[in-house]
Nanobody, 127 residues
Framework: QVQLIESGGGVVQPGGSLKLSCAVF????????MGWFRRAPGKEREYVGC????????DYANAVQGRFSISRDNVKNTVYLQMNSLTPDDTAVYYC????????????????????WGQGTQVTVSL
């Protein structure tokens, strides 16, 4: 059974940083793109970014471009989301997801392109 387990969420002050981790168990990892999404209170889930299987291609949503950074460790089967300069608008439950299709440099930004999801981790940005 494939499992994605996020960790690293918490409460942080505006301007602060957090690093989320997403460990993948029970599935091939290095052949698949990994995505990050978030759902803010009262809003639909939205795309944050994606890293290709190779790690050589990375894409970010405009809202986080320049502040967030995605990386992956294909030995540890883990993907990371480094979040800097956080604002209250970044408050959300953050989800990682594994792409449906394998591919070396493929990137995806649609929820339908991801077939396995983590349970989510809460990030709260507040004074």
């Amino acid at each position: 059974q494939v499992q994605l387990i996020e960790s690293g969420g918490g409460v942080v002050q505006p301007g602060g940083s957090l690093k989320l981790s997403c460990a993948v168990f029970g599935s091939a990892f290095s052949s698949y793109a990994m995505g990050w999404f978030r759902r803010a209170p009262g809003k639909e889930r939205e795309y944050v970014g994606c890293i290709s299987a190779s790690g050589l291609a990375i894409d970010y949503a405009n809202a986080v471009q320049g502040r967030f950074s995605i990386s992956r460790d294909n030995v540890k089967n883990t993907v990371y989301l480094q979040m800097n300069s956080l604002t209250p608008d970044d408050t959300a439950v953050y989800y990682c997801a594994k792409s449906v299709l394998a591919g070396y440099n493929n990137l995806y930004n649609s929820e339908n392109s991801f077939g396995v999801w983590g349970q989510g981790t809460q990030v709260t940005v507040s004074l």
